[in-house]
């Protein structure tokens, strides 16, 4: 792919590119945006009846949050969850009509700017009600924000105490439209666990104290524990690029993203030499190494050199394991055992895709696929792909 140059026909005033000129770029992230509307609407399957919004803080995950922000729209996603006024201002940007919520709640002094975008905090302690109430105050006219109930996980949202008094003195609430009461489940991706059944149950009085409000608890992982679980609104983040929820069970969901580098250099190593920082790859017999053009500032690991499951990419048909350390913008791999000319400078190596599957990398790793996803960042070049994408350009 993407070796197609340019092609002018004689004739027409007119230049076709079959597929876009990707050689200059070192290192592309392929966004499936047909997969990621598949994701969507399996989502919709699974959650029965309930809303699914989109989750898509972290820049979506690293998929970008305007274009997937637009994608999910297109495919009936009315209701967003980004983390932040930041990213809840650059999504208001690309989405005009949509309902938005930060989840991280609202930070000290945001409370302007959130109006100025029309977003919505999640709510989590009192200090955040007080602010809320004083920018209701200030436009003259109640605030819609969801109520974000701790029911478990210990981080944000209300605390048994100041549920309490939230439950007892409605006034507390005075000038704020609860638009949605919502907690957050620490286990959902253990099925099993029994701290999920008891946040269920935490959950329910609380959703029933504001029956005019919709109710939201589960992500992800959380729609697969059932119907219980649903409620009016369902928030998935990680399903909809992809992620296999629950460890070890079959993945519902479709790969998205797709990371390539390109190779740079090809290069025989002779026996007994070493390869990298530290030196700790030794060439036990001649052997070559391609050099690619990622390395941890691209968000492959340093981890994945370790002895003991390092990572591989898949280049020329054939996998390659990574030999010695992770430079900040290299990662030379072992190609010794791939046919000679099979490999060239220039062609495109898989670290995560349909090949090298985001669980493998995150165990190899030692982390999840969360953390490798958001970790890509933006020194890939992004290209979309499907008929959403096409539909947009
Ligand atoms: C990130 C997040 C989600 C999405 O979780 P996934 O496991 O990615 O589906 C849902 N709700 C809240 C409050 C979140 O912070």
Request: aromatic content about 6%.
């Given at each position: 792919m993407g070796h197609d140059a340019p092609m002018n026909l004689p004739g027409l005033d007119m230049t076709i590119s079959p597929s876009p000129d990707l050689s200059p770029y070192r290192a592309i992230l392929t966004v499936d945006l047909d997969a990621l509307v598949a994701n969507y609407a399996r989502s919709r399957e699974l959650a029965g009846g309930a809303e699914v919004s989109g989750v898509v803080k972290a820049d979506a995950y690293g998929h970008g949050l305007a274009q997937v922000g637009r994608a999910l729209a297109s495919a009936g996603c009315k209701t967003f969850f980004v983390a932040d006024v930041t990213e809840g201002a650059t999504l208001r940007a690309a989405l005009p009509g949509v309902v938005i919520y930060t989840s991280s709640g609202l930070t000290p002094g945001a409370g302007a700017e959130m109006r100025t975008h029309d977003l919505r905090p999640c709510l989590g302690n009192l200090a955040e009600v007080e602010a809320w109430r004083r920018e209701a105050e200030h436009a003259g006219s109640a605030l819609p924000a969801a109520l974000h109930f701790d029911t478990g996980l210990n981080r944000l949202g209300f605390d048994d105490r100041e549920a309490s008094r939230v439950l007892a003195d409605r006034s507390l609430l005075a000038g704020i439209d609860?638009?949605?009461?919502?907690?957050?489940?620490?286990?959902?991706?253990?099925?099993?666990?029994?701290?999920?059944?008891?946040?269920?149950?935490?959950f329910k009085p609380i959703r029933a104290a504001f029956p005019s409000a919709r109710a939201s608890l589960a992500n992800t992982a959380g729609i697969l524990l059932?119907?219980?679980?649903?409620?009016?609104?369902?928030?998935?983040?990680?399903?909809?690029?992809?992620?296999?929820?629950?460890?070890?069970?079959?993945?519902?969901?479709?790969?998205?993203?797709?990371?390539?580098?390109?190779?740079?250099?090809?290069?025989?190593v002779a026996a007994g030499e070493s390869s990298g920082y530290g030196a700790t790859w030794t060439a036990d017999r001649s052997q070559r190494l391609a050099v690619l053009s990622v390395g941890y500032a691209d968000g492959y690991f340093r981890a994945l050199a370790s002895a003991n499951g390092a990572g591989r990419v898949y280049i020329g048909g054939h996998y390659a394991p990574v030999a010695g350390r992770v430079s900040m913008d290299l990662l030379t791999v072992d190609v010794s055992d791939i046919p000679e000319g099979r490999v060239r400078?220039?062609?495109?190596?898989?670290?995560?895709?349909?090949?090298?599957?985001?669980?493998?990398?995150?165990?190899?790793?030692?982390?999840?696929?969360?953390?490798?996803?958001?970790?890509?960042?933006?020194?890939?070049?992004?290209?979309?792909t499907g008929a959403v994408a096409t539909a947009e350009s």
């Amino acid at each position: 792919m993407g070796h197609d140059a340019p092609m002018n026909l004689p004739g027409l005033d007119m230049t076709i590119s079959p597929s876009p000129d990707l050689s200059p770029y070192r290192a592309i992230l392929t966004v499936d945006l047909d997969a990621l509307v598949a994701n969507y609407a399996r989502s919709r399957e699974l959650a029965g009846g309930a809303e699914v919004s989109g989750v898509v803080k972290a820049d979506a995950y690293g998929h970008g949050l305007a274009q997937v922000g637009r994608a999910l729209a297109s495919a009936g996603c009315k209701t967003f969850f980004v983390a932040d006024v930041t990213e809840g201002a650059t999504l208001r940007a690309a989405l005009p009509g949509v309902v938005i919520y930060t989840s991280s709640g609202l930070t000290p002094g945001a409370g302007a700017e959130m109006r100025t975008h029309d977003l919505r905090p999640c709510l989590g302690n009192l200090a955040e009600v007080e602010a809320w109430r004083r920018e209701a105050e200030h436009a003259g006219s109640a605030l819609p924000a969801a109520l974000h109930f701790d029911t478990g996980l210990n981080r944000l949202g209300f605390d048994d105490r100041e549920a309490s008094r939230v439950l007892a003195d409605r006034s507390l609430l005075a000038g704020i439209d609860v638009a949605l009461v919502m907690s957050h489940l620490a286990c959902a991706d253990e099925p099993g666990h029994a701290l999920n059944a008891r946040q269920l149950e935490r959950f329910k009085p609380i959703r029933a104290a504001f029956p005019s409000a919709r109710a939201s608890l589960a992500n992800t992982a959380g729609i697969l524990l059932g119907p219980d679980y649903h409620f009016d609104l369902v928030r998935p983040g990680y399903g909809l690029y992809g992620g296999a929820p629950v460890e070890g069970q079959p993945n519902p969901f479709r790969l998205v993203a797709k990371a390539e580098a390109r190779v740079l250099h090809i290069r025989e190593v002779a026996a007994g030499e070493s390869s990298g920082y530290g030196a700790t790859w030794t060439a036990d017999r001649s052997q070559r190494l391609a050099v690619l053009s990622v390395g941890y500032a691209d968000g492959y690991f340093r981890a994945l050199a370790s002895a003991n499951g390092a990572g591989r990419v898949y280049i020329g048909g054939h996998y390659a394991p990574v030999a010695g350390r992770v430079s900040m913008d290299l990662l030379t791999v072992d190609v010794s055992d791939i046919p000679e000319g099979r490999v060239r400078r220039g062609d495109l190596a898989e670290l995560v895709g349909p090949h090298v599957s985001l669980d493998e990398v995150a165990n190899r790793a030692g982390t999840i696929g969360y953390e490798v996803l958001t970790s890509l960042g933006e020194r890939y070049k992004r290209l979309y792909t499907g008929a959403v994408a096409t539909a947009e350009s």
